[in-house]
């Protein structure tokens, strides 16, 4: 059974940087598309960056530039490094996979495993 944990929440200073990671396991599929979703209070759900598994990625617009997404495949982990964090990225962040080629759009819709998330805030 296909399963995803985050880890590496936590509170930091705007311009400040985090690393977050997902430890994945259950995959049998060979092609998987795995990505990172947020999710503010009041706000709906919405992807963040896509990562294919011949290490393609796709990023949205507010991210680009500032935010990394990674996977090794030794460890079994999906990472995502976040740089000159900024107050509006706060929110609960998901990992989330799906078993085909990743989409331009980063659709939620599209994803059918979840992770329950990890809290990140960036203050002021």
């Known amino acids: 059974q296909v399963q995803l944990v985050e880890f590496g929440g936590g509170s930091v200073p705007a311009g400040g940087s985090l690393t977050l990671s997902c430890r994945y396991s259950g995959f049998t599929y060979t092609r998987t598309c795995m990505a990172w979703f947020r999710q503010a209070p009041g706000k709906e759900r919405e992807g963040v960056a896509s990562f294919e598994t011949d290490g393609v990625s796709t990023y949205a617009d507010p991210v680009k530039g500032r935010f990394t997404i990674s996977r090794d495949n030794s460890k079994n982990t999906l990472n995502l490094q976040m740089n000159s964090l900024k107050p509006e990225d706060t929110a609960m962040y998901y990992c989330?996979?799906?078993?085909?080629?990743?989409?331009?759009?980063?659709?939620?819709?599209?994803?059918?495993?979840w992770g329950q998330g990890t809290q990140v805030t960036v203050s002021s």
């Open positions: 989330a996979a799906r078993h085909h080629y990743c989409y331009s759009k980063i659709d939620r819709a599209n994803f059918a495993y």
